[in-house]
């Protein structure tokens, strides 16, 4: 093998330990992404065990014929990788499209007068759950989309007066109760943010408030759990 030959090689050796060492920060940090989604991550299957000595990079030792085979394995990895890669893609692209959905934003600004949950009834005196939070609001507060959606009920119910549902998809709907005006109508589509009502005093209330609830699979959540912004 001329010098020439033997500087190209140990070029090649060095840059394919450089990718090799590359290659494994990627795996940690695939690792490490898809870890709070537990062990069934897509792609393909992983071995049942692990254990040995890892493998050795490329030393100055190996000819010709060893870095042809460190190539060829080389490249088995970079594919498995990029199906790795593609996989999160799709997850990402997924988990997008559901946290734009999410109900993050108030509907109003104001202060909370009852919290989600256990209260005492101010009517009877009693224990009761309260299915949202009630939020301060003068009549006639502009009030707000928090997700994108379609209006599935726009009119009066019990006890809520002036009500307006809004399904956002993936078994996620919010309603906004007490309003004194709807502005919106079933099967209208709302983008977040969109003012949709104004707060009033309307239905079972002792004061001017919106009431806001969450609801997941038709069960009243905590929206305090919801509201980032």
Not at 88 to 107: C, D, I, N, S, Y
Not at 151 to 165: L, R, W
Not at 208 to 224: F, M, N, Q, S, W
């Amino acid at each position: 093998m001329s010098g020439e030959q033997s500087q190209i090689l140990e070029t090649l050796r060095r840059r394919l330990t450089e990718i090799q060492t590359e290659m494994a920060t990627w795996r940690a940090v695939h690792a490490r992404i898809w870890e709070p989604f537990g062990p069934e991550a897509p792609g393909r299957p992983e071995r049942s065990g692990v254990g040995g000595v890892g493998q050795p990079l490329i030393g100055p030792d190996v000819g010709p014929a060893g870095v042809i085979l460190q190539l060829e394995q080389l490249a088995a990895s970079a594919a498995d990788e990029g199906e790795k890669l593609r996989a999160l893609e799709r997850l990402v692209a997924r988990a997008g499209k559901v946290l734009a959905a999410l109900p993050t934003r108030w509907p109003v600004r104001g202060v909370v007068n009852s919290e989600f949950g256990r209260r005492i009834s101010p009517w009877t005196g009693t224990a009761e759950h309260h299915s949202g939070i009630d939020i301060a609001a003068d009549v006639g507060t502009p009030v707000r989309a928090t997700a994108p959606g379609t209006v599935v009920f726009a009119g009066a119910a019990p006890d809520y007066g002036n009500t307006v549902v809004i399904d956002h998809g993936h078994d996620i709907k919010t309603l906004f109760g007490h309003l004194q005006k709807i502005q919106v109508v079933t099967g209208q589509k709302i983008e977040r943010g969109q003012q949709i009502a104004l707060s009033g005093n309307t239905g079972k209330t002792s004061g001017p408030h919106l009431h806001y609830e969450i609801t997941v699979k038709g069960k009243a959540v905590d929206p305090r759990g919801y509201l980032w912004d």
